[in-house]
């Protein structure tokens, strides 16, 4: 959905939904992205406007519940969300922290803020036959065999649910420049990779996948290391690791010490690559019938609706 004003395109967002037993779920991930502040002094009235549009649509496209997710820099909008009526308290999982790694100020920089262990990753996996390369779309048959594999030992589904969508994505964002796939092969076989999402100044570990073979080569730290790597080489400004524990990442945030469970995360690796902890937005609900909206506030909480 797109908003103009005057011929001129001044925001949107994309709303995306699913079946369940409840009804139809509508997500809107990262949005509604509009112009910055510096380029719209009105830009109080179009975040209402926009709000009010989601809104709209939700009823329209006759959703059961609406989980929007505002932009990560973009905080306002989580107010803007707020007094329109929407509700905290998603229960659905959505990712609400991540782990971010500056590169802006060159890989000579970033590499004295790791852990010295992770910075002798790479040369470890050289000794021991481990090659890093830029994969290409042939790679992604083999990419999703090792995704598959790391569900396998997750328990847990891949998403995207069929390599078909992941080739549609590449077909779509290859020729802009806006992804790209390193694969970790062990004497020409693929062991591990990474398929990384290119935005702004931002570069996202957005899918890895592992065989589970050459673990005491740690090629899933390759594919991080060469990836950050790659990052600030090519001049971007910050590496998202796309989550992190938003519990662990309070408790870091507040200098207070990690829990026993917390200490024994997978997200504790994410530590060596000298980063930090970032808190998103939450993620809030519109539910358009407003017998269940009040259900939903009584179950879950939530400010008080404005009319």
Same mark, same amino acid.
């Given at each position: 959905?797109?908003?103009?004003?005057?011929?001129?395109?001044?925001?949107?967002?994309?709303?995306?939904?699913?079946?369940?037993?409840?009804?139809?779920?509508?997500?809107?991930?990262?949005g509604?992205?509009?112009?910055?502040?510096?380029?719209?002094?009105?830009?109080?009235?179009?975040?209402?406007?926009?709000?009010?549009?989601?809104?709209e649509?939700?009823?329209?496209?006759?959703?059961?519940?609406?989980?929007?997710q505002?932009?990560?820099?973009?905080?306002?909008?989580?107010?803007?969300?707020r007094?329109?009526?929407l509700?905290?308290?998603?229960?659905?999982?959505?990712?609400? =922290?991540?782990?971010?790694?500056? +590169?802006?100020?060159?890989? @000579?920089? $970033?590499?004295?803020?790791? *852990?010295?262990? %992770?910075? &002798?990753?790479?040369?470890?996996a050289?000794?021991?036959?481990?090659?890093?390369?830029?994969?290409?779309?042939?790679?992604?048959?083999?990419?999703?065999?090792?995704?598959?594999?790391?569900?396998?030992?997750?328990?847990?589904?891949?998403?995207?649910?069929?390599l078909?969508?992941?080739?549609?994505?590449?077909?779509?964002?290859?020729?802009?420049? =806006?992804?790209?796939?390193?694969? +970790?092969?062990?004497?020409? @076989?693929? $062991?591990?990779?990474?398929? *990384?999402?290119? %935005?702004? &100044?931002?570069?996202?570990?957005?899918?890895?996948?592992?065989?589970?073979?050459?673990?005491?080569?740690?090629?899933?730290?390759?594919?991080?290391?060469?990836?950050?790597?790659?990052?600030?080489?090519?001049?971007?400004?910050?590496?998202?690791?796309?989550?992190?524990?938003?519990?662990?990442?309070?408790?870091m945030?507040?200098g207070?010490?990690?829990?026993?469970?917390?200490?024994?995360?997978?997200?504790?690796?994410?530590?060596?690559?000298?980063?930090?902890?970032?808190?998103?937005?939450?993620?809030?609900?519109?539910?358009?019938?407003?017998?269940?909206?009040?259900?939903?506030?009584?179950?879950?909480?939530?400010?008080?609706?404005?009319?």
């Amino acid at each position: 959905m797109l908003i103009g004003s005057e011929g001129r395109l001044t925001g949107g967002f994309q709303l995306l939904w699913r079946s369940s037993r409840f009804g139809r779920i509508g997500y809107v991930s990262k949005g509604p992205v509009l112009e910055s502040l510096e380029s719209r002094p009105d830009e109080q009235l179009l975040e209402g406007y926009a709000v009010g549009l989601l809104k709209e649509v939700a009823r329209r496209t006759k959703l059961r519940a609406l989980i929007v997710q505002p932009p990560d820099f973009y905080a306002e909008m989580s107010d803007s969300l707020r007094l329109a009526g929407l509700a905290p308290g998603v229960p659905m999982g959505v990712n609400d =922290a991540t782990w971010i790694v500056d +590169v802006s100020d060159g890989f @000579e920089a $970033v590499g004295r803020r790791m *852990d010295r262990a %992770f910075r &002798k990753c790479l040369e470890r996996a050289q000794r021991g036959n481990l090659r890093v390369r830029e994969g290409e779309r042939s790679d992604l048959a083999s990419f999703w065999e090792l995704m598959l594999s790391s569900c396998r030992r997750q328990n847990v589904g891949p998403n995207p649910s069929e390599l078909r969508h992941l080739v549609a994505l590449w077909d779509a964002a290859h020729p802009r420049g =806006a992804i790209r796939l390193h694969v +970790v092969e062990c004497d020409g @076989e693929p $062991v591990a990779g990474q398929l *990384d999402v290119l %935005f702004g &100044k931002t570069v996202t570990f957005w899918k890895k996948g592992w065989s589970g073979a050459e673990k005491r080569l740690s090629p899933n730290d390759v594919c991080m290391y060469e990836g950050i790597r790659w990052a600030s080489q090519a001049g971007y400004s910050r590496v998202d690791f796309a989550s992190f524990d938003r519990k662990m990442a309070e408790a870091m945030i507040a200098g207070q010490a990690l829990t026993e469970e917390q200490a024994q995360s997978r997200y504790v690796n994410f530590f060596r690559t000298g980063g930090r902890p970032m808190m998103l937005p939450r993620a809030q609900v519109w539910v358009p019938n407003w017998i269940l909206r009040a259900g939903y506030r009584w179950r879950y909480g939530g400010s008080r609706e404005r009319a």
